[in-house]
Structures are given as structure tokens and as C-alpha cells.
């Protein structure tokens, strides 16, 4: 038994030492260099290099310093396999076969950028838009959305966005440019719908502006604005009678949205129901005593009584 232990002891020292041999079998007095470069020549820092000689897997690994230079060094001769690799690049494989005690002439290695999947360049620059907008950054926004379509001329969901902006700044025709464009593209997108029905509203073009409105499924609208704002381009126009529907509709579908019941008073009272104008005034003031038309409701209330 004991002479069987020494037996088993002595063959894991030898395989032992094999092994730490063959893992070692690179080492030696070489040295190769070398520059990885982008597809413009520039250096490329922090790139991994790994080396590994001939069909062994050992070898050291280096990364590239600022100028894009590595050292593979205190390497045997022979054939050697490099791996170069960088998050965003492309990966190179190269061979090299040199003699240990030689002068080897440095190589140099271009790196390939990787390609980009455009939807999540596009997601990164509309986070970016987003961020500006809420800084009130309009114009600057803007350039991002419209450097997106530039860039993606089939990326027509964009064009709202633009649109918004020039809202934002007041500037309704090129919002209403934009919006169109959108709508030419996705002819049944009922945001897109409701945001154009709304500023050619504000614009005074509220005969395109109910045409719109008719064209949408009265369940996919969820702002009473949608409604009012219509009204309010007829009244602008000193069309009372035709307004008047659009308040009664946003009563109807949102009876707690106390602009509604403003205009329609208004409307009313132009109309010359008094009675009707007085219960929605009232049911204003009573709903929002602190809005701004509050002050001009109860001057007319004063009036009516």
C-alpha cells in the first residue's frame, strides 16, 4: 500500500510539472510592439490584447496606453495568435511569427467601429430632445429631432416632436407644417389628429379643425381642451351657434372641466339666453373660484341679476 502511494504521488508531481511546463512554454527573452489605430489613424486607448503562442493557451494580455501602443514582452519565438478587442469596435485577429533574439518591426492594427443600431442612437437622442424641451431648450431640441430625420428620413414619428416645439414657441404655422407631414404618413393617428385639430383651432382655422374632429371616434378623445378649443376658434370667428356644440360635447363627455362650462356661458350669453348663461357661470365660479376668467365670470354675473 505504501509503495502504491508513492507511486500515485510521484505521477501527480510529473503531470504537475508537465502542465506548469506547457503553461510556461511561451516565456522568454522576445518582444513585440505595436499601435492600434481607429479607421481614421487615430490611437485607440484601453484596447485588449491577447496573445497566445501557437497551439498552447498561455500568453500574457496588455491593453493599449493612450496612444494606442502595447507590449507583448518576455515572449519565446514562434507563431503567436492576437486577439484585439474593444467595446464599440469591431474584434481583429492577427498572427505574427517571430524569432526571439530578431529585431521585430512593430505592427500596426486598425479597428473597426462597430455598427450602431440606429433605434438605439435614435432612443438616446429623443431622451436627450426630452431633457431640453423640459428645460424650455425649444430650439435646441428641435436640431435633435430634425438631426434624427436628417439622418432617417423614413423616421416620420419624429415630426410631431418638431411640431411641438414650435408650439412651444408660438410659431403655429410651421407646427401645423409638421403636423401635416405626420398625418400624411400614419393618415388614422388620432393623437396626431387631435394635436392639428387643436392648433389650427387656436390658428383660426376651425372649419379644418372640425373636420378633423368629426374624422375621430369621440371615445379616443380624452381632453375636454379638444373640444373647447374648437368652440373657442368659432367663437373668435363670431360663430356662437355653431360653438355652442363643441361646449355642449365637452359637458357631456367631461362634465368636471369648468373651462367648458365658461364658454358655453359665454356662448349663451352672446346668444341671448341669459338664464342658461347665468346657471353656467355660477356652476364656473362655484367649480373654479380661483381660475383667471373667475373674476370676468362674476362681472357678468353682477350684470345679470
Known sequence: ?????????????IL???????????RGMGRLAGTVVDDHGAPIEGVTVK???????GGPTVKTNKKGE?????????????????????????????????????????????????????????????????????????AIYQGILAAHPDAYQVEPYIARTYYAEHQLDPAIEHLRAALAKDPNNVEVKLLLANVLAEKGSTDESRQLLASIDDSKITDP????????????????????????????????????????????LQLGDNAKAKADLT???????????????????????
Open 16 to 26: 504537475l510539472a508537465a502542465a506548469l511546463a506547457d503553461a510556461q512554454d511561451w
Open 283 to 305: 356652476k364656473f365660479v362655484s367649480m373654479a373660484p380661483d381660475a383667471p376668467e373667475a373674476k370676468t365670470a362674476k362681472g357678468i354675473l353682477e350684470m345679470l341679476k
Open 70 to 142: 502595447f507590449v507583448l514582452a518576455g515572449i519565446n519565438g514562434g507563431n503567436w495568435n492576437i486577439d484585439f478587442e474593444k467595446p464599440g469596435y469591431e474584434p481583429a485577429k492577427k498572427s505574427a511569427s517571430f524569432q526571439e533574439h530578431d529585431h521585430n518591426p512593430p505592427m500596426t492594427v486598425t479597428l473597426k467601429q462597430a455598427a450602431v443600431d440606429p433605434n438605439v442612437q435614435i432612443r438616446a437622442d429623443l431622451e436627450k430632445a426630452a431633457d431640453l424641451v423640459k428645460q424650455q431648450k425649444y430650439a435646441d431640441a428641435r
Open 225 to 268: 381642451s379638444t373640444y373647447v378649443n374648437a368652440g373657442i376658434g368659432l367663437i373668435n370667428q363670431k360663430k356662437p351657434a355653431d360653438a355652442l356644440p363643441w361646449f355642449e360635447k365637452a359637458i357631456a363627455k367631461f362634465p368636471s372641466a369648468p373651462d367648458a362650462y365658461y364658454y358655453r356661458g359665454i356662448t349663451e
Open 51 to 57: 496573445a497566445v503562442r501557437g497551439e498552447s493557451k
Open 1 to 13: 500500500m505504501k509503495l502504491m502511494r508513492t507511486s500515485t504521488i510521484g505521477l501527480c508531481i
